[in-house]
């Protein structure tokens, strides 16, 4: 089994696309446990709209690759699109920070909302 930490976020209709992420990642990963949910201010936008985010985990059978096509099809389920991107709308950003504990997004670890998830995960071992 594969350890695999995500973290989700939405600044566009973010209450209904994070539940449906949660819906979709415990049908995907029945394992998964999330943390509590966390209202932030954009990074990098010049939109004031605000994010709602989580960090999750879960354990997986799945190679990495295929983790990666999972949660880009739960994005694209979101109404995630390229296009968005030039008017600042995500619908849903799911990114796989690390797998079997290797980091694959160091600078993300950084920002205090993950911080904030990891210590949850870790304080309430799940």
Do not use: W
């Amino acid at each position: 089994m594969h350890k695999c930490v995500i973290c989700i976020g939405s600044n566009y209709n973010r209450k209904e696309n994070l539940l449906l992420a949660r819906r979709r990642l415990v049908d995907l990963f029945p394992t998964i446990r999330f943390t509590s949910e966390q209202e932030t201010r954009p990074l990098f936008f010049r939109s004031p709209a605000l994010f709602s985010n989580q960090v999750a985990m879960f354990f997986s059978d799945a190679e990495e690759e295929r983790v990666r096509k999972e949660l880009k099809a739960i994005e694209q389920s979101a109404g995630r699109r390229p296009e968005d991107k030039k008017e600042e709308k995500v619908s849903l950003d799911i990114d796989l920070l690390s797998y079997d504990d290797r980091i694959l997004r160091p600078e993300d670890l950084k920002r205090e909302y993950i911080v904030k998830g990891l210590e949850e995960l870790k304080y309430n071992q799940i």
